[in-house]
């Protein structure tokens, strides 16, 4: 059995096919559209959020509950939040205070992905697919709790950040409750992000 601490020959390892390899590539690069494509919300230095941002910090936020959610697949839960939001960097994003029921978001955002995966050798274009799938449906309990602290990323770059007089902190006291119950740490997540929501209703208006 080999000792994941001894040193790694990696001239033994064999080369990756060229055309697989360029597959690869073309995807990432594709995908940097996320660094532009913006959210609603904005940085606490009153910059727009790219949604690669939000899944950074969603992947950061889950990565830290590691001990506590010890009795899950670690690795799983942090593919299924990078690749949650992937699909929007062809068609953007969409405000969930303008998402409506009927919407085709998802039907929009799975097109997309599928389009976007076009240049991945076709097991990873399956994997990814079944990724988002997984997090659309909430088929796991991995992607139960992605889509909990999804809606909790959120709403605490609301909190922090330096947005626009108008905008409506009130909404989010009512955004994902379905989705932020289903598990008793993201209770009482809500319940932590729900004051720093009110703290923000109370304050003066950025300026």
């Known amino acids: 059995m080999h000792d994941p601490y001894s040193?790694?020959?990696d001239e033994e390892q064999p080369a990756i096919e060229p055309s697989r390899l360029r597959g690869i590539v073309d995807f990432v690069q594709a995908a940097e559209r996320l660094k532009d494509t913006l959210r609603s919300g904005a940085t606490a230095g009153g910059r727009a959020e790219s949604v690669a941002e939000h899944s950074w910090r969603l992947c950061l936020m889950v990565m830290m509950f590691g001990k506590e959610l010890s009795g899950y697949d670690q690795h799983r839960?942090?593919?299924?939040?990078?690749?949650h939001d992937i699909g929007e960097a062809i068609s953007g994003d969409v405000p969930a205070i303008h998402q409506y029921s009927g919407d085709d978001k998802a039907e929009r955002e799975r097109a997309d992905l599928i389009?976007?995966?076009?240049?991945l050798p076709e097991d990873l274009q399956q994997e990814i697919v079944e990724l988002w799938d997984e997090y659309n449906s909430a088929a796991t309990p991995e992607a139960v709790l992605v889509k909990g602290f999804d809606k909790l990323e959120t709403m605490l770059q609301h909190a922090v950040g330096r947005n626009a007089p108008d905008f409506d902190y009130?909404?989010?006291?009512?955004y994902g409750l379905a989705q932020t119950s289903r598990h008793p740490l993201l209770r009482q997540l809500r319940r932590l992000v729900d004051d720093?929501?009110?703290a923000r209703l109370d304050a003066p208006a950025d300026g």
Do not use: E
Request: glycine share 0%; aromatic share 8%.
């Open 170 to 174: 009130a909404f989010n006291l009512s």
């Open 7 to 9: 040193p790694r020959n």
């Open 196 to 198: 720093a929501t009110r």
């Open 77 to 83: 839960l942090l593919k299924l939040c990078v690749i």
């Open 115 to 119: 389009a976007l995966c076009a240049y």
